[in-house]
């Protein structure tokens, strides 16, 4: 009896997981869709990152910029994974140039670099951070930030 349960079992897995939808894997009911990440592996603007060994601090925020409005031109000094949840997200990195992230996607902010972001189209735009190595610093720093890079 074990030895059918467990047959059946494997046979009930493999056969949902080969029926699954493409880029889609279920699992118990639920479903995980994989995020877009612009840049994959690298910042927005092609720099290479490493997450640090040590201060594995972690730090979301929940962000909405109302239509039409913008932030200050800042810089990050740690890196910090972005998800646009609704609406578009405008970046002007200076001489970098300027990108235009849609919902659904994500991208892993520039470091040390001056930039400015805002609402696109618009609408308001809603976005999720996730700051990296945050413990003891100043995330959203700028007062070093005069003009874009």
């Given at each position: 009896?074990?030895?059918?349960?467990?047959?059946?079992?494997?046979?009930?897995?493999?056969?949902?997981?080969?029926?699954?939808?493409?880029?889609?894997?279920?699992?118990?009911?639920?479903?995980?869709?994989?995020i877009n990440v612009v840049g994959n592996g690298k910042t927005i603007i092609g720099q290479a990152y490493v997450l640090p060994a040590s201060n594995q601090a972690l730090k979301p925020f929940n962000v909405t910029i109302s239509a039409g409005k913008s932030t200050d031109?800042?810089?990050?000094?740690?890196?910090?994974?972005?998800?646009?949840?609704?609406?578009?997200?405008?970046?002007?990195?200076?001489?970098?140039?300027?990108?235009?992230?849609?919902?659904g996607d994500s991208y892993v902010e520039a470091v040390n670099w001056c930039h400015q972001a805002g609402a696109y189209g618009g609408k308001p735009v809603h976005i999720l951070v996730y700051y990296f190595n945050t413990e003891g610093k100043d995330l959203a720093d700028s007062s070093k930030c005069a003009k874009l890079e």
């Open positions: 009896m074990i030895k059918y349960f467990v047959i059946s079992s494997f046979l009930l897995t493999s056969f949902t997981f080969a029926n699954a939808a493409p880029g889609k894997v279920p699992y118990e009911g639920i479903q995980a869709t994989p031109i800042h810089k990050h000094p740690v890196p910090a994974l972005v998800y646009v949840v609704s609406g578009e997200l405008e970046i002007n990195y200076g001489s970098k140039g300027k990108q235009v992230i849609k919902a």
